[in-house]
């Protein structure tokens, strides 16, 4: 089995199209090790979420090879893309993006069920347990909290024990002191998992907390540095 855990070779992708297409990304080249926990920083429009996306198949780069857990993602179709994201990828967005009428239990045992786990609601609460949301397994996203949200999304994540956890700005909705709190929780659950954590951020206190930080300006990575 390869150390790589995530590949990016020569990534270029145009969103949008005619006068208003952006090349976002322009020859795009990341390598990031197994187990290994890497920031990605850079300005607004540099193209940091961007490869997020593409790492997690929810863009297809239009040119370049974008391997995931030894896996090319270049080469699965829909349906087979989506399977994969299930089984092997974990993801926090910022906004949470819990389903509204679901409660905290259901969210969470929503990507088990789809994989046809028998025992989803099972372990659906002892991961909310795990994030320290034992008494709120019936409420809805409406009666918690931003960082409570932010629970039940790290639980949603890292239930399925994915090879490889990605998050986009985890803690951009939330105060200092709750955001502290959720960076602890998702920096000790990846360990504790035993994932590769690709983190996106513009807080440089965050990404320092990395193995790594990965620089990108203009759609390339600039620098990179040590944590």
């Known amino acids: ?12 992708l145009t969103l949008g199209s005619g006068t208003a297409a952006v090349e976002v990304l322009r020859g ?11 920031g990605i920083v850079g300005a ?20 370049g090879r974008v391997e995931v857990a030894g896996t090319d993602l270049g080469r699965l179709d829909e349906d087979a893309l989506a ?16 389903v509204s009428d679901m409660t905290a239990i259901e969210n969470v045992a929503t990507p088990l069920e789809l994989l046809g786990a ?17 008494a709120r397994l019936d409420h ?18 890292l239930v399925h024990r994915p090879a490889i956890v990605v998050a986009d ?15 602890d929780l998702l920096f000790g659950r990846v360990d504790e998992v035993g994932a590769t954590l690709m983190l996106v951020t513009h807080d440089p206190d965050l990404a320092a907390r990395c193995d790594r930080v990965i620089h990108v300006r203009a759609g390339r990575v600039n620098e990179e540095t040590a944590a």
């Open 118 to 134: 028998p025992d989803a609601f099972a372990r659906a609460r002892a991961e909310l347990e795990a994030v320290g949301l034992g």
């Open 140 to 157: 809805y996203p409406v009666q918690l909290s931003g960082g409570e949200q932010q629970r039940v999304a790290i639980a949603r994540a």
């Open 83 to 98: 399977l994969f994201r299930g089984r092997t990828v974990g993801i926090v967005f910022q906004a949470f993006h819990l």
């Open 28 to 38: 795009l080249d990341l390598a990031i090790a197994r187990g290994e926990k890497v």
């Open 44 to 63: 607004s429009g540099s193209g940091k979420s961007t490869a997020l996306m593409v790492t997690t198949g929810l863009e297809r780069a239009d040119r």
């Open 1 to 12: 089995m390869s150390d790589t855990a995530i590949r990016l070779d020569d990534v270029h």
């Open 169 to 183: 700005e985890p803690t951009g909705n939330l105060d200092e002191t709750t955001g502290a709190a959720i960076a």
